[in-house]
């Protein structure tokens, strides 16, 4: 179960867009359509973005969307905003039955 | 409103036993999956366990295996993780959380509760 490979931290200028990696194997990001995002704020519980690789929550904003090529998806987030500075967590479903996260992403808006 | 409330946190001792409670409200309860996620202080998300809205099916993280239990008792609308044998690694914020669908992703979550191992 190891955990899924997300840059530490990456950053962006309002109204730019960024995209953060999640890099996992055939055996859970590769071999499922199961792909999640998560947005985390400090001293807050995590928040879902996106689900199924690429899927929206109701309430999500449609700047948010996910892709998935290989054993490796992407959270893209365009007209950045500074209130999308937070924490971002990929996971997946795994051959095992189980979730696995990523180790986290660290979004600064400059 | 969905809402997820996690209760039963505190200190334990090394080797100690603390069970965790998640009251469930706002939505059929029994319809859906459940999970149990942790963070350690300053640490990224760690999924803990799972169990299927009927409770037949239940899978654990290696890291817990053999030592924490979900349960759940769906006229209580309630979710449980004993957790026995605690190491200081388990030091973490517990949430419970709702699944969308079966794998599908994490809907809502609770607020937390902090768990805290040391002697």
């Known amino acids: 179960q190891s955990a899924l490979t997300q840059p530490a931290s990456v950053s962006g200028s309002p109204g730019q867009s960024i995209t953060i990696s999640c890099t996992g194997t055939?055996?859970?990001?590769?071999?499922?359509?199961?792909v999640s995002w998560y947005q985390q704020h400090p001293g807050k519980a995590p928040k879902l973005m996106i689900y199924e690789v690429s899927n929206r929550p109701s309430g999500v904003p449609d700047r948010f969307s996910g892709s998935k090529s290989g054993n490796t998806a992407s959270l893209t987030i365009s007209g950045l905003q500074a209130e999308d500075e937070a924490d971002y967590y990929c996971?997946?479903?795994?051959?095992?039955?189980?979730?696995?996260f990523g180790g986290g992403t660290k979004l600064t808006v400059l | 409103q969905v809402q997820l409330v996690e209760s039963g946190g505190g200190l334990v001792k090394p080797g100690g036993s603390l069970r965790l409670s998640c009251a469930a409200s706002g939505f059929t309860f029994s319809d859906y999956y459940m999970s149990w996620i942790r963070q350690a202080p300053g640490k990224g998300l760690e999924w803990v366990s799972y169990?299927?809205?009927?409770?037949?099916?239940?899978y654990y993280a290696d890291s817990v295996k053999g030592r924490f239990t979900i349960s759940r008792d769906n006229a209580k609308n309630s979710l449980y993780l004993q957790m026995n044998s605690l190491r200081a690694e388990d030091t973490a914020v517990y949430y419970c959380?709702?699944?969308?669908?079966?794998?599908?992703?994490?809907?809502?979550w609770g607020q937390g509760t902090l768990v805290t191992v040391s002697s």
């Open positions: 169990i299927s809205s009927s409770g037949s099916t239940i």
């Open positions: 055939s055996s859970d990001v590769g071999g499922y359509n199961y």
């Open positions: 996971s997946s479903y795994t051959s095992s039955s189980t979730v696995v």
């Open positions: 959380a709702r699944d969308l669908e079966p794998e599908a992703g994490l809907d809502y």
